[in-house]
């Protein structure tokens, strides 16, 4: 199973990812983007995004792919508290 | 490719504390989740419930590849890529295993000043773990190789 750094941003609540130009073809491809903080256990906060990627735009020797999320998650382990 | 033991594989393990971990399910769809890990004798030890989904993926998939990013370098802009053979196991890892983690994650001086500074909802994290599923577990993960990549 492949995984690489990117770049990423919101466009409203889709995320894109950036990669190198010339890195990874994720056209049609399922893909998860994550991004997260830490490290400590208060600290530690994320959320993933699952979705199938096609590509968005090309500038600055970035590729961005957008990802239209199908599945969601995210935590925020600083803000535990009773159910 | 790098071998597991060369210096700059070293250096990530040591300047990183969160590796994404990249695991595959028995029908071969991807998953990714950030884990805590800690090396010791050529093995990351990961604490996690017995059937997590990573411990579950590795348990049929057990090639899972890693990304540290080396957040305590001093230069930045690249992150290392591992590869490496995952075990899940029953059971917390072995106490001494259980105190070079407590040290890394509970006791170091930036960890010390954010558990003191939530004192407060430590038995909520307790009920939280309790809740794992499969109840504890740890996977064992032997690097196989690694490459050091550039962070856009």
Redesign the interface.
């Known amino acids: 199973?492949?995984?690489?750094?990117?770049?990423a941003r919101f466009v409203g609540d889709r995320p894109l990812v950036?990669?190198?130009t010339g890195g990874a073809d994720l056209a049609g491809r399922?893909?998860?983007v994550?991004v997260?903080d830490?490290?400590?256990?208060?600290?530690?906060r994320?959320a993933?995004f699952r979705g199938v990627a096609r590509r968005d735009s090309e500038a600055e020797g970035?590729v961005w792919w957008a990802v239209a999320p199908r599945r969601v998650l995210a935590w925020d382990?600083?803000m535990?508290?009773?159910a | 490719m790098l071998p597991p033991d060369a210096p700059v594989v070293r250096e990530f393990l040591r300047d990183s504390l969160v590796a994404h971990v990249a695991s595959r399910s028995a029908a071969g769809r991807p998953f990714v989740t950030p884990l805590w890990f800690t090396p010791h004798a050529g093995v990351l030890w990961v604490t996690t419930g017995r059937d997590t989904r990573v411990a579950r993926n590795v348990a049929r998939q057990p090639e899972v590849t890693l990304l540290l990013w080396g957040e305590a370098r001093p230069r930045p802009g690249k992150a290392l890529r591992l590869r490496a053979r995952a075990t899940r196991h029953a059971g917390l890892p072995p106490w001494a295993l259980l105190l070079r983690i407590a040290a890394r994650y509970y006791l170091a001086p930036g960890a010390l000043a954010s558990e003191f500074g939530n004192v407060t909802r430590w038995l909520l994290r307790a009920r939280y773990y309790a809740q794992v599923g499969g109840g504890p577990g740890h996977v064992r993960l032997v690097p196989l190789d690694a490459e050091v990549v550039p962070a856009p």
């Open positions: 199973v492949a995984i690489a750094p990117a770049r950036g990669l190198a399922e893909v998860i994550l997260d830490g490290p400590w256990w208060f600290r530690l994320g993933s970035v382990y600083g535990i508290r009773e």
